[in-house]
């Protein structure tokens, strides 16, 4: 299992900068100060992206890694507290959306309830975990109506945007707020779909590039 870790419109933020005028082979110290959490966001990229390839290469065991991951305390679609604690004791998955999401998000939620039909059996004890990244809208009745169209082992869950942003830096995940044009705003987030084991640790990223049923295989032997 495989997946592209790189948040969704990543690829804007990743320009050439050109050389100051006048100043060859050197770098102004606003574009430096901007380089600064950008490196340090895809270096933590690289590390997760690392784990994933690592822990699925071909003749060699998972390798699970408790450094992505951790506690958090979120609200689901029906009002109720859940924590970390409520996934551990199987295998289950996690992935980061908004209900206002365009594309990415109702497209892989999709795909995911597709693998899960396809687990057949063996999958009704899988969980997924949606966890928002746009607290501000997403209250658990937005999700609760926007999760009524995908499998129903499919947990929402939203909280106080510090609450979130915890989630979100355990997971080593990506979410930023994008300013529209006409006084909206749209959601920038990672687009991976963490496979994590019975205790809460990561074992790689769902490979959705396959169909269904090769996929469900795969997730099949993690179980």
Same mark, same amino acid.
């Given at each position: ?23 060859? !082979? ?21 590390? +997760? &992206? ?12 998972? %390798? &699970?890694?408790?450094?992505?991951? !951790? ?39 999709? %795909? ?11 999958? %009704? ?15 658990? %009745? ?15 869950? /939203? ?20 300013? &529209? ?26 490979? +959705? ?5 090769? /996929? ?8």
């Amino acid at each position: 299992m495989t997946g592209d870790p790189m948040p969704a419109c990543l690829g804007r933020r990743l320009v050439l900068f050109r050389r100051a005028r006048g100043v060859p !082979g050197r770098m102004s110290p606003t574009i430096r100060r901007a380089l600064v959490p950008l490196l340090a966001f895809v270096l933590g990229l690289v590390g +997760l &992206a690392g784990a994933a390839v690592y822990a699925f290469l071909p003749e060699r065991a998972p %390798q &699970a890694t408790a450094s992505v991951g !951790g506690p958090f305390s979120l609200v689901d679609q029906d009002g109720k507290t859940v924590t970390e604690k409520d996934f551990a004791g199987a295998t289950h998955l996690v992935f980061f959306g908004f209900t206002h999401c365009p594309d990415v998000c109702p497209t892989t939620l999709q %795909q995911v309830s597709d693998v899960l039909v396809a687990l057949g059996p063996k999958g %009704q004890a899988m969980r997924v975990a949606f966890i928002t990244v746009d607290p501000e809208r997403d209250r658990p %009745q937005d999700l609760k109506t926007y999760l009524s169209s995908f499998d129903p082992r499919i947990t929402g869950l /939203t909280g106080s945007p510090d609450q979130v942003a915890a989630a979100v830096k355990g997971y080593r995940a990506y979410a930023r707020k994008v300013p &529209a044009k006409d006084g909206d705003y749209t959601m920038e987030h990672t687009a991976l779909v963490y496979v994590m084991d019975g205790r809460n640790r990561f074992i790689g990223a769902l490979n +959705l590039q396959r169909p269904a049923d090769e /996929t469900a295989a795969e997730l099949a032997k993690r179980i």
